[in-house]
């Protein structure tokens, strides 16, 4: 009877014990949440296609131009400017000063020729706040600063000059008419001058040619002659994929369209497209950004769009700032090949960068997706002298159909072909040296046939 009365408790423990288990887990059941992973849609996928630029890489002068012993020398050589570039690395610029905001064209021309000067020519306006990593200012607030062009003044130093290691500079921008001077600081300024000097004078000898809207071009005087080259690009195709990868900020869920009529694919996901022209060997990147009136300054253009393409890799050759556009807050990166600008030959494909904002955000990107590689010797190199630039110039004049009294620049590069190989995957592409001649913001080419020493219209 005792032993009874043992079980019965034992039974009614167990049992309230197997009330609370299933209570527990039926509320467990109930309140699980598993744990996804989290999607960041912000940033971008971090696929690096190619290596990044930096400032000094991406933002060069195009010419070098030196006046010494009253004679003109210049140069497009990457390895002078690169040169010159480490020397402006290791200085640093003070008492940065507005001579004028109304200084005529002449004027700022009679600066290079005022003494032994060297110049550095760029092909549109730099903000001074995005060259600071390549020169440094100090005491100096340099918001608004902007120039197109810098003259270092190598003439003979006086002794407070060299106590402080100083060297005049100016910078200027003609098109705005502004000129600023200041004082280079760098080690053994009289050694600096010596070796401008001395590298001037290997330089090629120039002219300086003044249109009949009386604007002063600095252009080789002898004829050029350059090399026509051929490059290849590999894996044409594969190059779509890495780009939609390191576009997208999820790659697995963007749909494809693909239009095999008339070569155009389209990429997309709930806010951006990707639309590949296959003919063309470009694509168009776009984002949906609701459009604003709120601009960015140019310095701000500059760095946001640098930051951009070094994100995922885009510089896949030598792709150079060419011009920012503040009203349109877009920005333009050339490519350039043996340290010339390149332009297609027609409008059948891109050899820019072209990158927009708005409401402080990409919403634009174009660009070419080939990348140029060298092919053998022995099948890539020729060498073709051209015109000079004054038999140039007068053609020009003399061809109804140019508004010669625009001309504002002329300067020499390539004109890029290409043509697919029997296999797909591999395109040559072929460059040809040429003129070109600037007009506005847009620089036209001269037909290579036409600008071959020899040849003619």
């Known amino acids: 009877m005792g032993l009874m009365k043992y079980i019965e408790s034992i039974k009614t423990v167990v049992l309230i014990i197997l009330v609370l288990l299933s209570i527990t887990l039926t509320f467990s059941i109930w309140s699980y949440s598993p744990k996804y992973e989290v999607i960041d849609r912000t940033k971008l996928m971090n696929v690096q296609i190619d290596d990044k630029h930096t400032i000094s890489q991406a933002v060069k002068p195009y010419k070098l131009i030196g006046h010494i012993n009253d004679t003109f020398r210049g140069t497009t050589d ?3 400017i690169d040169a010159l570039y ?4 290791q200085s640093q610029v003070s008492d940065l000063t507005l001579v004028s905001e109304k200084l005529s064209y002449d004027k700022m021309s009679e600066l290079m020729a005022s003494h032994d000067t060297l110049t550095l020519q760029f092909s549109d306006d730099v903000p001074m706040a995005i060259f600071q990593s390549v020169l440094p200012t100090v005491n100096k607030k340099v ?11 190598l003439k003979p130093l006086s002794e407070d000059e060299i106590n402080d290691n100083e060297i ?7 098109e705005t ?6 004082k280079l600081h760098v080690k053994q300024p009289q050694r600096f001058i010596k070796h401008a000097l001395s590298t001037m004078k290997k330089f090629d000898r120039y002219i300086v040619l003044e249109t009949e809207a009386s604007r002063k071009l600095y252009v080789p005087k002898a004829k050029p002659t350059l090399t026509k080259q051929q490059y290849f690009s590999r894996n044409v195709d594969g190059k779509v994929t890495a780009f939609k990868n390191a576009l997208f900020t999820n790659p697995k869920i963007v749909k494809t369209s693909q239009d095999e009529a008339t070569g155009i694919d389209k990429y997309s996901d709930d806010r951006s497209v990707m639309t590949v022209y296959s003919n063309q060997y470009t694509l ?6 609701s459009e604003s009136d709120e601009h960015i300054s140019k310095s701000h253009l500059i760095d946001v769009t640098l930051g951009f393409l070094n994100e995922h890799g885009a510089f896949t050759n030598d792709y150079r700032y060419e011009s920012v556009n503040y009203s349109d807050q877009k920005v333009v990166y050339k490519l350039f090949m043996s340290g010339l600008p390149v332009e297609a030959s027609t409008q059948t494909t891109s050899t820019t960068l072209d990158v927009k904002i708005a409401n402080g955000m990409i919403s634009r990107y174009s660009r070419p997706y080939y990348q140029l ?3 053998p010797a022995d099948e890539s190199s020729k060498p073709v002298k051209l015109k000079t630039a004054q038999q140039v110039y007068t053609m020009l004049v003399l061809d109804k159909e140019v508004p010669h009294m625009k001309i504002e620049d002329l300067r020499l590069g390539y ?5 697919p190989r029997d296999d797909s995957s591999t395109v040559v592409f072929t460059l040809e040296p040429t003129w070109f001649y600037k007009i506005g913001d847009t620089w036209m080419t001269v037909a290579p046939e036409v600008a071959m020493a020899g040849g003619g219209l």
Do not use: C, H
């Not at 918001?143 to 003044?153: M, V």
């Not at 008419?177 to 200041?182: I, M, P, Q, V």
């Not at 168009?284 to 950004?289: E, T």
């Open 86 to 89: 480490s020397m402006l690395k």
């Open 284 to 289: 168009n990147f776009s984002n949906i950004v």
């Open 373 to 375: 590689e060298n092919l």
């Open 415 to 419: 004109s890029m072909s290409f043509k």
């Open 143 to 153: 918001s608004g600063i902007e120039f197109s062009q810098i003259t270092i003044l």
């Open 78 to 80: 990457p390895n002078d």
């Open 168 to 174: 005049d500079v100016y910078f200027s921008a003609p």
């Open 177 to 182: 008419n502004e000129l600023y001077s200041g």
